[in-house]
């Protein structure tokens, strides 16, 4: 099983910040990385797939990077609405695994 | 628009079964393998089982395999998860998720989720 290690757990940021999210594969999954992102009391929501292509709908202010075994998730100008829990997940083996999230929390 | 709509959630006794129904709409459902994955309590996402266009290629998570049984109904737009001698580790928010396309493992929709509590 391929897992998958989110740093921080906790992100702490003012509106117009960047941020910048880690998720570290166990092995290498070459490009198939996803990025979601998740509301309290709402379903997640794609953003990213294939490690850099965005979701339809996502906002240029999102964007991914990464292949192999570390990847980024970075959110040049924080909105206020983008404060929420960001899970990446692997798409490239059965069984397919998410992170353990980084919550992004308003400072 | 695409929707999916869970049902089925409730309290159960541990050894118990459930199970759960998601509705499609919006899209082409027999065209889109299906998935679902769960949330406990305060935690991450966690995925459970994924099924292929046809009901026939069917995936689990060890930790549900050989007590849930993924399967769809293509003529009613319809994915059931049948789930069988329930645990208390089992208490989780289901969500089902449409892929993306054949074999992508993206998901780019998601139901609202139903809950599920294993519990005596």
């Not at chain 1, 996803?34 to 292509?53: C, E, F, H, M, T």
């Not at chain 1, 996502?58 to 570390?70: A, E, N, Q």
């Not at chain 2, 549900?64 to 998860?81: A, E, I, M, Q």
């Not at chain 2, 780019?108 to 809950?115: E, I, M, N, R, V």
Request: glycine share 10%; with cysteine.
């Amino acid at each position: 099983e391929i897992v998958l290690t989110q740093s921080p757990a906790t992100l702490s940021l003012s509106p117009g910040d960047r941020a910048t999210l880690s998720c570290r594969a166990s092995q290498s999954i070459s490009s198939s990385l996803v990025w979601y992102q998740q509301k309290p009391g709402q379903a997640p929501r794609l953003l990213i797939y294939d490690a850099s292509n965005r979701a339809t709908g996502i906002p240029v202010r999102f964007s991914g990077s990464g292949s192999g075994t570390d990847f980024t998730l970075t959110i040049s100008s924080l909105e206020p609405e983008d404060f929420a829990v960001y899970y990446c997940q692997q798409r490239s083996n059965w069984p397919i695994t998410f992170g353990q999230g980084t919550r992004l929390e308003i400072k | 628009e695409v929707h999916l709509l869970e049902s089925g959630g409730g309290l159960v006794q541990p050894g118990g079964s459930l199970r759960l129904s998601c509705e499609a709409s919006g899209f082409t459902f027999r065209n889109y393998p299906m998935t679902w994955v769960r949330q406990a309590p305060g935690k991450g996402l966690e995925w459970v089982s994924s099924i292929d266009t046809s009901g026939l290629e069917r995936y689990y998570a060890d930790s549900v395999k050989g007590r849930f049984t993924v399967s769809r109904d293509n003529s009613k737009n319809t994915l059931h998860l049948q789930m069988n001698s329930l645990r208390a580790e089992d208490t989780a928010v289901y969500y089902c998720a449409k892929y993306s396309g054949s074999g992508t493992r993206v998901f780019d929709y998601w139901g609202q989720g139903t809950l599920v509590t294993v519990s005596s």
